[in-house]
């Protein structure tokens, strides 16, 4: 079964078997039906249940957005590598983004994303 995956550091931090390409972006499982064109996007999503949780930390750092509401971010710690905010999620999403409740995004530039 094809999978995506992100790799930080050389370990796979997330992996899910349902997942969409548009645009030269990975979109997994539900963000398929919720989010299909959005040409600045620069990220992966994946759901909680495919993340390695070890490697994230929660930061202070907060951004809004006008229909998904406000994001928190993830600090990646992988052996003696780090890097602050790259990762996001929305704890409490607006009524039309509940799908996306702590599906987390990775910057590309800042994790490997890969489809096979």
């Known amino acids: 079964m094809p999978t995506a995956t992100a790799v ?16 030269g972006n990975v979109y997994v499982s539900a963000m398929v039906s919720s989010i ?19 490697v994230l930390s929660v930061t202070d750092t907060h951004t ?9 971010y993830y600090t990646i710690k992988v052996d003696d590598k780090e890097v602050k905010d790259a990762a996001w ?6 009524e039309k983004a509940m799908n996306i409740k702590d599906y ?13």
């Open 8 to 23: 930080f550091n050389g370990k796979t931090i997330a992996k899910a078997d349902s997942w969409e390409t548009v645009e």
């Open 36 to 54: 299909l064109y959005q040409p600045n996007n620069c990220y992966a999503k994946f759901p909680p249940s495919s993340l390695d949780k070890s």
């Open 64 to 72: 809004g957005c006008p229909w998904k509401g406000v994001a928190s």
């Open 89 to 94: 999620f929305y704890p409490e999403p607006k």
């Open 104 to 116: 987390v995004a990775f910057y590309k530039n800042k994790v490997e994303i890969s489809t096979a």
